[in-house]
């Protein structure tokens, strides 16, 4: 296990904020505590088990892998917990908000991959600095268990074509794919332990290859924006205020969720995606729904 980067008062310095906007990312640093996140693991299975035949509209893959704030509040939790947003404010300020919260789950020795991307594609918010993403290990996040590769410095460039593969083993909605060749050099390997947590520019080049280990590989993932941003191609789009506050008022508020599934967080969910669907998959080269 890779040490934690030096944190005092659980802050980014300013040396560790340059080197996060000069690589594009930054690891490992602390976030939660190890048994919180293994408790946090266990939740989520324990969601699995109880909601999998539950009568849920969706499949409960979809709210797993699609704005899961909105309806399960650990991840709610997890997105506001104050160790988190400390460090995040090192990169944002300290107005933050959260634009999504998803679970990338690989099931031991499976072949799902996560090809190599740029997060900004689809999400019609622009080629913008104002977004970070919190990789949140609640197993262990090593290159058997298919652990991210960034690019180094590819945030520098804009938004690169993509093509759309919709590959059976790819995680994302797409199975969006850069036009890139990105060597097995230009690679590194961002190996994070339960309690740990990686951090990236919205436009870094970054993928995952298979799950080759014994162990579940289990990430919460959340995506955090300055309230200043917006939506570009859509006409609205949501978050949920974090930390400090929004001046702003480019984003509809939501709140975070009473109980899982809780009747007025399903509503609200089947609102915002069909929205975000609309901007998404906008341009798809097949028809189908977000993350089906």
């Known amino acids: 296990m890779i040490p934690n980067l030096d944190l005092p008062d659980g802050k980014l310095t300013p040396a560790l904020q340059q080197q996060y906007w000069e690589d594009g990312y930054l690891f490992p640093l602390p976030a939660l505590s190890g048994a919180d996140a293994l408790a946090y693991r266990a939740e989520i299975e ?29 991840v709610a939790q997890i997105a506001t917990h104050p160790a988190i947003l400390d460090v995040i404010e090192g990169i944002l300020g300290p107005d933050i908000m959260v634009f999504s ?17 740029q997060d900004l594609t689809y999400w019609g918010l622009g080629a913008i600095d104002g977004l ?12 058997a ?22 590959g059976a083993d790819n995680l994302l909605s797409r199975g969006q794919e850069v036009r890139v060749d990105v060597a097995d050099d230009q690679k590194t390997a961002i190996e994070i332990h339960p309690g740990q947590m990686s951090l990236h520019h919205g436009l ?5 290859g298979p799950n080759t280990s014994d162990d579940r590989r289990i ?3 959340i995506r955090y924006i300055r309230p200043d941003m917006r939506q570009q191609v859509g006409e609205k789009d949501y978050a949920m205020l974090a930390r400090g506050e929004d001046r702003h008022g480019n984003f509809i508020h939501v709140p975070p969720p009473k109980a899982n599934f809780d009747p007025a967080a399903m509503a609200l969910y089947e609102e915002i995606r069909a929205v975000q669907a609309q901007v998404m998959m906008k341009g798809a080269a097949a028809k189908t729904g ?3």
């Open 46 to 74: 324990g969601i699995e088990r109880d909601w999998l035949d539950n009568g849920l509209p969706q499949p409960l893959n979809t709210y797993k892998r699609i704005n899961a704030h909105i309806v399960m509040p650990m």
């Open 101 to 117: 919260g998803e679970f990338f789950i690989k099931e031991p020795q499976t072949r799902h991959i996560v090809s190599m991307h």
């Open 132 to 143: 970070v993403t919190a990789w949140i290990p609640l197993s262990p996040a090593t290159p």
């Open 145 to 166: 268990s298919g652990c991210m590769d960034f690019v180094r410095a590819s945030h520098k460039n804009a938004i690169l074509p993509h093509h759309d593969t919709f």
């Open 204 to 208: 870094t080049i970054h993928g995952s």
């Open 219 to 221: 990430a919460c993932v």
């Open 290 to 292: 977000m993350y089906a």
